[in-house]
């Protein structure tokens, strides 16, 4: 059996090395390091892929969430809406631009922020929601772009883990993840669906002006060469990763579908299994891109499960360990445990399986017999 990875970026780049290769060369031959031929063709061709009037690519996923919320105007002390079971970087450019994070419960089956806790969170203050499409999967827009409509609240999608899922929606149709609020920001993370050799993220939106706005804060606020209008920050996609992204931008529907596949086979193989509980599809399949295969162990098990998988010689991710209400950086006397019990179970229930477009059938056969050997003990 090959050796099982959390993720496989070796056998990833396997399939694409002839044109990884070519491209790095001719990027060092014609010294096109930054905003290259390959950024610009690169966005272009994710604006295709997504359906969406801009996409403007930016050093990392973190950078594209600050920029989004500078882009929107966003001012010390509004409020910004998000998840409390989320990855520190959604709060953390939050409380970085001194607006204020208002953290909120997730829904239990889909991991995602619920929209009732969202209209219980709302004040005169509130400007923006941020939902986060956790571990691949949608979070339910069509309920939050319906509060925000009511409440004239900006939508920032938080698309990090979900680039290329489909969202059907009764009211918008069939439209991809990250194209449905006023704006959204990516991350090209290397373990990330669509990752590059290095940092890289992305902004996107329909909005002309917000895109223009955009450009020039990515750019030290510059519109005009050496006119510096606002305050910027400076956040490029390099060429480099710019190559790497446009190699693997036309496999990604297949890159995804590799994942759909091996989680279909996780969940039918750990079916009916003692004090495990299965990811919830909500909607059609390909409303999941299972950036994270993620598990819930009840009855205080997860811990041990971890240990005899390690013993195992498979790797796990416990995402994440500790709910954001509850981290040093942004523990607030404004927060009450009781507004949060189902981050706070999942917290000590989850724990996420080897996934990547890679896995083969024993790999996976290994796996979930360890799993279940550990529980039927
Ligand atoms: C990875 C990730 C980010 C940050 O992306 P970076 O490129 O690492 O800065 C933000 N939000 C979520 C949900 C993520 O998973």
Same mark, same amino acid.
């Given at each position: ?28 031959? $014609?010294?096109? #390091? ?7 063709? #690169?966005?272009?061709?994710? $604006? ?30 509004? $409020? ?6 989320? #990855? ?17 419960d997730v829904d239990p089956e889909t991991f995602n922020i619920d929209p009732q806790k969202i209209k219980d969170?709302? +004040?005169?203050? +509130? ?8 571990? !691949? ?31 059907? &929606? ?34 996107? +939106?329909?909005?002309?002006? %917000?895109?223009?706005?955009?450009? !020039? ?17 400076? &956040? ?37 299994? $003692? ?19 993620? %598990? ?6 997860r811990d041990g499960l971890a240990k005899h998988l390690q013993e195992k010689g498979i790797p796990f991710g ?7 209400? %509850?981290?040093k950086a942004y523990a607030d006397e404004r927060y009450n445990e009781a507004d949060f019990p189902v981050t ?34």
């Amino acid at each position: 059996m090959r050796k099982i990875q959390m993720v496989d970026l070796k056998g990833q780049y396997d399939g694409i090395k002839e044109q990884v290769n070519s491209s790095f060369q001719e990027i060092i031959e $014609e010294t096109s #390091f930054i905003n290259g031929p390959h950024v610009h063709g #690169f966005q272009k061709e994710l $604006e295709e892929y997504l359906n969406v009037k801009h996409v403007i690519p930016c050093a990392n996923g973190t950078d594209a969430l600050q920029i989004a919320m500078m882009g929107l105007g966003l001012k010390p002390g509004d $409020e910004v809406i998000t998840a409390d079971f989320t #990855f520190a970087a959604t709060v953390e450019v939050i409380a970085l631009l001194q607006l204020t994070p208002v953290l909120v419960d997730v829904d239990p089956e889909t991991f995602n922020i619920d929209p009732q806790k969202i209209k219980d969170a709302i +004040t005169p203050k +509130t400007k923006a929601i941020v939902p986060v499409h956790l571990f !691949g999967q949608v979070a339910n827009m069509d309920e939050i772009m319906q509060i925000a409509k009511e409440h004239d609240l900006y939508v920032i999608e938080d698309n990090a883990q979900a680039i290329g899922a489909n969202y059907h &929606s009764d009211k918008m149709g069939t439209l991809k993840a990250g194209t449905m609020g006023d704006i959204a920001a990516t991350s090209f993370f290397p373990s990330k669906n669509l990752g590059c050799y290095g940092d890289g993220g992305a902004i996107f +939106t329909n909005n002309d002006e %917000l895109a223009h706005t955009i450009r !020039g804060i990515v750019n030290h606020g510059m519109y005009e060469r050496y006119h510096h209008d606002v305050v910027g920050v400076n &956040s490029r996609l390099d060429s480099f990763q710019a190559a790497v992204l446009r190699a693997k931008l036309p496999k990604l529907n297949g890159y995804n579908a590799a994942r759909r596949s091996s989680a279909a086979k996780y969940t039918s193989a750990l079916k009916n299994i $003692e004090n495990l509980e299965t990811p919830v599809l909500i909607g059609e399949q390909d409303s999941h891109v299972y950036h994270q295969y993620t %598990l819930k162990i009840k009855n205080g098990k997860r811990d041990g499960l971890a240990k005899h998988l390690q013993e195992k010689g498979i790797p796990f991710g416990i995402y994440y360990p500790i709910p954001l209400h %509850l981290q040093k950086a942004y523990a607030d006397e404004r927060y009450n445990e009781a507004d949060f019990p189902v981050t706070n179970q999942l917290v000590k229930e989850v724990i996420s399986l080897p996934m990547h477009s890679e896995l083969d059938d024993e790999q996976i056969e290994y796996i979930t017999s360890a799993l279940i050997d550990f529980l039927k003990k």
